[in-house]
């Protein structure tokens, strides 16, 4: 390509790149224009629309049951466990010693024995013998004492017709006074010596000494024992003890006897797994141990309780009371009135209720415990007779919380929003 004709192509491109720059800047501003435009546009319509108005969303009740509050009166009862101990027990041994050759049929642990009755014998031959020994011994003091006697009113005569006046001592002697007081101590020992080998014969016998039932037979038959062998230990029937421990604070609403023949409060017995759940068994408060324990700071009250094992004709087909057994005590104490009852599962923390107030909203109501049960606590104030109690568990309670009743009864009837003033029971 000669040189004018490259100089007449650029000439020709020059005026074809701006109009295509121009033409880009047109679209750019037009564009703008429009965004601009629409945005203005947006902004209108917000300002200019109608605002709709926001609507409070409605309290949502909780659904609840609840009980009337009634004052009334209560006799407070302490449940507490309780371990059955004998109110006597006792291991007999012999006060003399031997070879053993009668054991009673009634010898058998289990088997109830009567006060006086024949548990054990001792071989007795020696002992008789002794006896006539002892025996023998009393006449011949007594020969000698009539004897001594006889000389002495040998000696008196003798005195008399001597008619001399004698020193006391000497007087004494004349009359042979110490001979009669020997003679009169050698029978008062031959005598004693004589009892005591007729004590000896009459324990080779060993009996029961309260009605009692065997717990444990320790020798038998041919077995020679001493005055510390173990025979056989025994426990009373006639009566049984039960300890039961007993909070401190609980004390003062029960009457424990300080000396035989106070009344003491009244005590039921029971053992479902043993008896079933409608046996029970009585008794009595008898004593307050004199000590604490020292974990727990638990009292120690001990309960009286007649003929545990039923043996007599009238307790029978009651149910028996088992020595070391565990049973449940119902201790009856003082009369409370005008409280109100609330069951356990229903008092809360801190001692506060819940209450469904006239509102139909939650109260936390703290109370006066006038008493504490295992399963009850008795209230003297801080509700009103014919309030709402709550017995619904709350998750998380918030006092003024709305409630309304299960099943749309009494104050809280329907599904709407709760009304003021409206009472349940009505």
Same mark, same amino acid.
């Given at each position: 390509?000669?040189?004018?004709?490259?100089?007449?192509?650029?000439?020709?491109?020059?005026?074809?790149?701006?109009?295509?720059?121009?033409?880009?800047?047109?679209?750019?501003?037009?564009?703008?224009?429009?965004?601009?435009?629409?945005?203005?546009?947006?902004?209108?319509?917000?300002?200019?629309?109608?605002?709709?108005?926001?609507?409070?969303?409605?309290?949502?009740?909780?659904?609840?049951?609840?009980?009337?509050?009634?004052?009334?009166?209560?006799?407070?009862?302490?449940?507490?466990?309780?371990?059955?101990?004998?109110?006597?027990?006792?291991?007999?041994?012999?006060?003399?010693?031997?070879?053993?050759?009668?054991?009673?049929?009634?010898?058998?642990?289990?088997?109830?024995?009567?006060?006086?009755?024949?548990?054990?014998?001792?071989?007795?031959?020696?002992?008789?013998?002794?006896?006539?020994?002892?025996?023998?011994?009393?006449?011949?003091?007594? &020969?000698?004492?009539? *004897?001594?006697?006889?000389?002495?009113? #040998?000696? @008196? +005569?003798?005195?008399?017709?001597?008619?001399? =006046? %004698?020193?006391?001592?000497?007087?004494?002697?004349?009359?042979?006074?110490?001979?009669?007081?020997?003679?009169?101590?050698?029978?008062?020992?031959?005598?004693?010596?004589?009892?005591?080998?007729?004590?000896?014969?009459?324990?080779?016998?060993?009996?029961?000494?309260?009605?009692?039932?065997?717990?444990?037979?320790?020798?038998?038959?041919?077995?020679?024992?001493?005055?510390?062998?173990?025979?056989?230990?025994?426990?009373?029937?006639?009566?049984?003890?039960?300890?039961?421990?007993?909070?401190?604070?609980?004390?003062?609403?029960?009457?424990?006897?300080?000396?035989?023949?106070?009344?003491?409060?009244?005590?039921?017995?029971?053992?479902?797994?043993?008896?079933?759940?409608?046996?029970? &068994?009585?008794?009595? *408060?008898?004593?307050?141990?004199?000590? #604490?324990? @020292? +974990?727990?700071?638990?009292?120690?009250?001990? =309960? %009286?309780?007649?003929?545990?094992?039923?043996?007599?004709?009238?307790?029978?087909?009651?149910?028996?009371?088992?020595?070391?057994?565990?049973?449940?005590?119902?201790?009856?104490?003082?009369?409370?009135?005008?409280?109100?009852?609330?069951?356990?599962?229903?008092?809360?923390?801190?001692?506060?209720?819940?209450?469904?107030?006239?509102?139909?909203?939650?109260?936390?109501?703290?109370?006066?415990?006038?008493?504490?049960?295992?399963?009850?606590?008795?209230?003297?104030?801080?509700?009103?007779?014919?309030?709402?109690?709550?017995?619904?568990?709350?998750?998380?309670?918030?006092?003024?919380?709305?409630?309304?009743?299960?099943?749309?009864?009494?104050?809280?009837?329907?599904?709407?929003?709760?009304?003021?003033?409206?009472?349940?029971?009505?």
């Amino acid at each position: 390509m000669t040189t004018s004709e490259k100089g007449k192509s650029r000439r020709t491109g020059r005026p074809g790149i701006v109009r295509m720059l121009v033409s880009a800047v047109v679209r750019l501003i037009a564009a703008s224009v429009v965004v601009f435009g629409a945005t203005l546009a947006y902004k209108h319509l917000l300002a200019t629309s109608p605002t709709a108005a926001r609507a409070k969303p409605p309290r949502q009740a909780r659904l609840v049951e609840a009980v009337e509050l009634k004052k009334s009166a209560h006799t407070v009862t302490v449940k507490q466990n309780g371990q059955v101990i004998p109110a006597q027990e006792v291991t007999l041994q012999p006060q003399v010693s031997g070879k053993i050759v009668e054991v009673s049929e009634y010898v058998v642990p289990g088997t109830a024995v009567k006060a006086g009755q024949k548990l054990i014998g001792i071989d007795r031959r020696d002992y008789e013998i002794l006896v006539k020994q002892r025996h023998a011994d009393v006449v011949r003091v007594q &020969r000698d004492l009539k *004897v001594e006697h006889g000389n002495q009113a #040998v000696a @008196r +005569q003798e005195y008399e017709l001597l008619g001399e =006046v %004698l020193g006391e001592q000497d007087r004494e002697l004349v009359l042979r006074e110490p001979q009669l007081a020997a003679a009169e101590a050698a029978l008062e020992s031959a005598q004693a010596a004589y009892e005591k080998a007729q004590l000896d014969l009459g324990r080779c016998e060993i009996a029961a000494p309260f009605n009692a039932i065997v717990q444990q037979r320790h020798v038998d038959l041919g077995a020679t024992v001493s005055s510390n062998t173990p025979l056989v230990t025994l426990i009373a029937t006639d009566e049984a003890w039960v300890e039961v421990k007993v909070p401190i604070g609980q004390l003062a609403w029960l009457a424990i006897p300080r000396a035989n023949g106070q009344a003491g409060s009244d005590v039921t017995l029971h053992n479902p797994l043993a008896w079933g759940a409608d046996n029970v &068994r009585t008794g009595r *408060v008898l004593r307050l141990y004199g000590e #604490v324990e @020292r +974990q727990g700071q638990m009292a120690k009250l001990l =309960v %009286l309780v007649d003929d545990p094992l039923c043996l007599k004709p009238e307790h029978q087909g009651r149910p028996k009371l088992l020595m070391d057994s565990y049973v449940s005590a119902e201790i009856e104490g003082r009369r409370l009135t005008d409280v109100f009852e609330i069951p356990r599962p229903y008092f809360r923390e801190g001692d506060a209720v819940w209450i469904m107030n006239e509102k139909d909203e939650l109260e936390i109501r703290p109370v006066e415990v006038a008493f504490r049960g295992q399963e009850t606590v008795y209230v003297s104030g801080g509700v009103v007779e014919g309030e709402r109690l709550v017995t619904t568990d709350i998750a998380a309670p918030v006092a003024g919380m709305p409630l309304r009743l299960d099943g749309g009864s009494g104050a809280a009837g329907g599904d709407g929003p709760p009304s003021e003033g409206r009472r349940s029971g009505s």
